[in-house]
């Protein structure tokens, strides 16, 4: 087995009320991924495959950073639709649409519940099968031939850390509320399974004059 490094994409269009307009990147998630990009190439770091979703904002992240490595991508490493979930959500159940950081912040762990239970018809995908095709493709990269970089989300690897470490769903809500922008995590091998050893690094970020950088959403 190889060890999987899952970065999480630039800063995306944080003000979207809609999937398709969340999905680029702004200007600052385009330096944070350059940023990133440069920093791995300065320690030397050895990747032999790159993978990253089809989500724009994750092809721009990969772009930005400038590895040198050919991109493999894979519909199975994009994100959950939370904005399509959470209007699904108060359609059904009434429950508002967060407005600010502070409603988000209370709205992801009810939704992640809710959806978990299958208490939302409207979701464009179960919460099983969400977690299936996230073991299947990391599965199949670890059984890969070196190190992998994969570009991709917070929810999904707030998710990954739930399967390795069999986190609750509550747990898993908090890990991906704390997921930086560009942030590193590692997934290494020991004794046939995959085990976090790296949980949201950003030592490219860490510069005082760049921790205006140090985003969340």
Not at 78 to 89: C, F, G, I, S, V
Not at 142 to 158: F, K, N, Q, R
Request: proline share 5%.
């Amino acid at each position: 087995m190889s060890h999987i490094t899952l970065i999480r994409h630039g800063q995306a269009n944080s003000g979207a009320t809609d999937e398709q307009s969340y999905d680029k990147l702004s200007t600052l998630g385009h330096q944070q991924s350059a940023w990133l990009g440069a920093h791995l190439k300065a320690q030397n770091q050895h990747h032999a495959r790159l993978f990253t979703g089809t989500l724009r904002r994750h092809v721009e992240t990969e772009a930005a950073m400038q590895m040198g490595l050919t991109p493999i991508r894979d519909a199975r490493l994009n994100e959950l639709e939370y904005l399509t979930l959470a209007r699904a959500m108060e359609k059904e159940h009434g429950v508002p649409f967060p407005t600010d950081q502070a409603g988000f912040t209370t709205h992801l762990p009810m939704l992640f519940a809710a959806w978990q239970r299958d208490e939302i018809a409207g979701a464009p995908e179960r919460f099983c099968e969400f977690e299936a095709r996230i073991s299947d493709v990391l599965r199949e990269i670890a059984e890969g031939d070196g190190p992998a970089l994969v570009v991709t989300s917070g929810g999904l690897i707030a998710c990954a850390m739930r399967q390795v470490l069999r986190l609750d769903i509550g747990a898993m809500a908090q890990l991906a509320l704390a997921i930086y922008n560009t942030s590193q995590h590692r997934l290494f091998p020991i004794g046939g399974q995959l085990s976090p050893t790296m949980f949201n690094a950003i030592p490219h970020l860490e510069d005082p004059s760049r921790h205006f950088a140090q985003t969340h959403v």
